[in-house]
């Protein structure tokens, strides 16, 4: 795990969090107090980009488990320059997945579209074997926010889509996010989805 060089600003670390949901599970008489605590000093309003890298699995079978993490190296080095580069936090790293934070949609779909781009002029001077591509979910609304990780039903969902509906190079938004878009909603189109019988209002990025 690599941590953003501007961590969300006053944001207490995970573990703090953690210490606090034990506290809450061995004194059910204070949980309203406890939690009212929570609210205060994690919660917070904010675009979570969820990034999952194609292919992990093949490309491990086919180059070896040494390859393949070289890429994710390289992976990882290129969602941290543009995401600081758009404003946003790198909050953590786990195998070939990264999330990011931001304070705006628009700011995540630029990280979003900066990464693309990064990988896509990459890719044009690599071997095959070399290329990297990813899909990407973005969400927006209240989460809990700590300086290493997040929590949250939007970040649920950004994570389902960005780590099983985006295909390879897609980013997809979701219906809370998409209403901040601005001017650059009509560059979506609406996807109708259902997961396990539960309906999930999703926007696809126009190539």
Known sequence: ????????????????????????????????????????????????????????????????????????????????????????????FEVDNALAVFRT????????????????DDNQSAAEENRIHASMGIGYGPVLLACDDVFGDEVNLASKLGEDIAKSDEVLLTASAHRRVGTRAGQFESLDISISGIHLGAFRLKA
């Open 1 to 92: 795990m690599k941590m953003n060089r501007r961590p969300p600003a006053a944001a207490p670390r995970v573990a703090e969090l953690f210490r606090l949901l034990h506290q809450r599970n061995r004194t059910p008489g204070a949980r309203r107090r406890i939690d009212a605590e929570i609210q205060r000093r994690f919660r917070r309003t904010r675009a979570v980009l969820v990034l999952d890298m194609a292919g992990f699995s093949v490309s491990v079978q086919r180059h070896g488990i040494i390859h393949h993490l070289g890429l994710i190296c390289h992976m990882r080095r290129r969602v941290r320059q543009q995401v600081n580069a758009t404003g946003g936090w790198s909050l953590k």
């Open 105 to 120: 949609v628009p700011a995540a779909l630029r990280a979003a579209l900066a990464i693309n781009r990064s990988f896509a």
